[in-house]
């Protein structure tokens, strides 16, 4: 049987990466074996931290300690505001899944075959597990031929693109998105995938083999699959392990999958290394087995360390990315900085893109509006010429107030559900003022009197837009249309 080396905790190797600290000491409270040993991290964790004071990703290691534990930490002063925070984190995901119910039911009525990933899929295959795991948004997975049908529903159901674009505009694009995210009131989170990793991690022979793994499941009463016990840790490790521990009850994830005794590590070991996951893999299970003495087998962990080991210089990327935030000094801020965006430069391989974007960059006018101004709006119909010439060119003349902030200025052009084009301009300037912009390009008439309408939009969405500087800095600017011509393309 293969053994594994010695995990050292200086740069280069894994255990660098480890968590450490008061993160480290959450961890062991809710993922130590020995319960006492446990109890006695959540209490001193207590003894040293203010609950109100620690960020999302303590506050959620905090509810499975809460959960693990429940009134035998009764006697802490810290105990009601654990409970409270618990109840509060419960609630939110309770509404979380409430709201996104019908929308998965419509799914599955559609014809699509809907797989819950990362927490949700935790809680599919154990409803229990809602009270230890903060689920606020619900990761779907559905295939790319689901794809489109899945958006229907989402669009028809008033869910929310959380980017600035129109429907119309992503959705002659699905072909080319991993994910989107959508929301919908107050707690609606949905993060629709194609697939299941990023574009660092692609490989299309798992991305079918994902499928046939699958376990069938139910959330609340909607039929769903959830990934193989073996998939669950891979996408966890994925997900979590480059992210700088962002959120750490992935790791939370990772051992309730192993401690459920079905993982095939066979099939483990394939993933990670078609995936590229090797570095991220051997930090997370060297902490879990070697800190933690979660029951990874030996030689699974030997065999994923010797495969990070063999990663050459992309190893000392995948260290510094998998490192705690709260470890970084400045020169790992930078060196981490520079690793991620090689990543992200991966990432960026994009799905074929079936419809190319049309873009009409705005340029400064010094033109003057004739006859009655216009009232300033977030839409206007444009007038269409007589004929039945298909493409013309359009000169669209718009008068636009600009907060004092420096920022994009975004607006599009549709015809019913067909995206026609997007009109971008950016501002440098925080002086603000009236700007008039002037925007020209080549337009396609379909002669299915479908009225073209021109429209702002924001540079990005918020559920609710109650904050004066995120409505001047990405807010859909009202306009005027100072002139609208069409001429011949020739």
Not at 446 to 457: C, M, N
Request: proline share 4%.
């Amino acid at each position: 049987m293969a053994k594994v080396r010695r995990i050292g905790t200086r740069f280069p190797d894994y255990g660098w990466s480890w968590p450490t600290g008061s993160l480290d000491q959450l961890l062991k409270a809710a993922l130590l074996p020995d319960e006492e040993a446990a109890r006695l991290c959540a209490t001193g964790w207590l003894d040293e931290n203010d609950i109100d004071h620690v960020s999302f990703r303590e506050h959620r290691l905090l509810a499975a300690i809460s959960d693990r534990f429940g009134r035998k930490l009764a006697g802490h002063a810290a105990y009601p505001r654990l409970v409270g925070l618990q109840k509060m984190l419960w609630t939110k995901s309770r509404m979380a899944m409430r709201e996104a119910e019908p929308a998965l039911t419509a799914m599955v009525d559609a014809g699509c075959t809907v797989m819950l990933i990362k927490g949700a899929s935790r809680i599919a295959l154990d409803a229990a597990a809602q009270r230890g795991r903060v689920a606020h948004d619900i990761d779907i997975l559905v295939r790319p031929g689901d794809m489109q049908p899945a958006f229907d529903v989402l669009r028809d159901r008033g869910w929310q693109i959380a980017t600035g674009v129109s429907p119309q505009y992503l959705r002659a694009r699905l072909a080319s998105l991993r994910s989107m995210n959508f929301f919908k009131g107050n707690y609606g989170d949905i993060d629709l995938h194609q697939l299941a990793y990023d574009g660092s991690q692609q490989n299309a022979e798992d991305d079918l083999a994902i499928w046939r793994r699958a376990i069938a499941a139910k959330f609340s009463d909607v039929g769903v699959v959830v990934p193989s016990s073996a998939d669950r840790i891979a996408l966890a490790i994925a997900h979590g392990g480059l992210d700088a521990h962002t959120h750490s009850d992935w790791l939370v994830d990772c051992t309730v999958a192993i401690e459920g005794g079905d993982v095939d590590w066979t099939i483990f070991l394939d993933i990670v290394a078609q995936r590229g996951l090797a570095v991220a893999a051997a930090v997370a299970l060297s902490y879990l087995a070697l800190e933690i003495g979660i029951a990874v087998p030996e030689a699974v962990l030997a065999r994923v360390v010797d495969m990070a080991d063999r990663r050459g210089a992309a190893r000392l990327s995948s260290v510094l990315q998998a490192k705690p935030r709260t470890d970084f000094g400045a020169l790992i801020w930078l060196s981490r900085g520079f690793a991620k965006q090689l990543r992200l430069q991966r990432k960026k391989g994009r799905l074929k893109q079936t419809e190319p974007d049309i873009v009409w960059r705005g340029k400064s006018t010094a033109a003057k509006a004739t006859g009655e101004p216009a009232s300033f709006v977030l839409s206007q119909t444009l007038d269409e010429p007589q004929g039945d010439v298909s493409e013309m060119m359009l000169d669209l003349i718009v008068r636009i107030v600009v907060p004092p902030v420096r920022r994009r200025i975004e607006m599009e052009i549709n015809a019913g559900d067909r995206h026609v084009a997007r009109l971008r301009s950016m501002t440098i300037s925080r002086s603000g003022g009236e700007r008039m912009l002037r925007f020209r390009g080549k337009l396609k008439l379909d002669r299915t009197g479908r009225a073209l309408v021109l429209e702002a939009r924001p540079s990005r969405q918020f559920r609710v837009w109650d904050d004066e500087q995120a409505v001047a800095t990405y807010g859909a600017l009202p306009f005027q249309l100072v002139s609208a011509k069409f001429s011949p393309t020739g």
